[in-house]
């Protein structure tokens, strides 16, 4: 999750690895680290997270295999994004009712990260 944000905040600001990790305060080889899934000291991890805009709680549960590793996963996604907040309730009230399963909600959550991230492209 975290490498996608990174992504994403890159294509948004145009900025290149270099020069984002330059904003970010540490070395480009230490930002292409984490995006491709090394640990990272927790300073570290907090000046990325700060520069992406969402808290490093939410990215390292969302990183985590645990059963709130989805909720943790959603919670990322509406802090990135507060204009899907309302169809990410509407989904766990569903599934909450059982009228859809967890791998329905799997899904949500990654078009949704896909296609918001697809949108801001096309800006």
């Known amino acids: 999750m975290l490498a996608q944000l990174v992504e994403d905040k890159l294509k948004e600001t145009g900025l290149s690895l270099r020069k984002a990790a330059d904003k970010i305060g540490i070395a480009h080889t230490t930002l292409s680290r984490a995006i491709q ?3 990272v000291d ?3 991890l907090i000046a990325i997270c700060n520069w992406l805009e969402v808290s ?3 990215v390292l549960n969302a990183e985590g295999i645990t059963e709130d590793a989805l909720a943790a996963k959603i919670a990322l996604v509406v802090q990135s ?3 899907v907040k309302e169809i990410f309730e509407t989904a766990l009230d569903r599934l909450e009712a059982g009228e ?3 791998q329905a909600i799997n899904e949500l959550v990654s078009f949704a990260a896909f296609r918001l991230g697809v949108e801001r492209d096309k800006k």
């Open 56 to 58: 490093p709680s939410s």
């Open 37 to 39: 899934g090394y640990t």
């Open 42 to 44: 927790v300073d570290t």
């Open 100 to 102: 859809v399963d967890q």
């Open 81 to 83: 994004y507060p204009q």
